[in-house]
């Protein structure tokens, strides 16, 4: 059973959640790989503290969209197959998906991987914390596009007339041309 996440102070939630969401968005990383994530940045923890929180965290993400839960082999990660939302909590209750020794080798297993919601919200912790202060609610994603609001603004350089080109005029100048 996945701890509830309101069992743990902000002060351990928090950093734990920016942390697993830079983890979901850096590479593909295993379950394990989250403990000690969440060690480094929440230390002094007992480890079973640290695996309850990075539990309970992790699920969190996962039921807000944020990150997805994959399973496949080690060489194979980019093409792991996504864990439906029934099976997640299992998959992070199991201990087993916690330990690196407890699989063999060339055994299957779960990794996150973040979701574009997920970067989003990254972004929005981190500067947050890194100015010191509470993070805002996400703001709706802007229109970079005026005619797609999938595809972003297309510039085209160089400038489509010579007389506009920065470099040509620079050029002409420094060889007496103008």
């Not at 969440?38 to 309850?52: D, E, F, K, Q």
């Not at 201990?95 to 989003?120: K, M, N």
């Amino acid at each position: 059973m996945i701890p509830r996440l309101d069992e743990f102070p902000i002060t351990e939630r928090a950093p734990a959640e920016l942390e697993i969401l830079s983890m979901g968005h850096e590479d593909y990383y295993g379950l394990w790989d989250i403990g000690g994530g969440v060690n480094t940045v929440v230390p002094g923890l007992t480890p079973a503290h640290m695996l309850r929180l990075a539990q309970a965290v992790a699920f969190d993400l996962l039921e807000r969209g944020l990150l997805e839960l994959t399973y496949g082999h080690k060489l194979e990660n980019e093409g792991g197959q996504i864990v439906a939302a029934q099976h997640r909590e299992a998959a992070l209750a199991d201990l087993a998906s916690w330990d690196p020794y407890a699989r063999a080798e060339a055994d299957p297993y779960y990794t996150i991987t973040g979701t574009p919601a997920g970067v989003q919200e990254y972004y929005r912790l981190g500067w947050a914390a890194a100015e010191g202060r509470e993070p805002q609610p996400p703001s709706p994603p802007r229109c970079m596009s005026p005619t797609d609001p999938d595809q972003p603004r297309r510039r085209s350089w160089p400038p489509r007339h010579r007389d506009t080109d920065v470099r040509t005029r620079t050029a002409a100048r420094w060889h007496g041309h103008a």
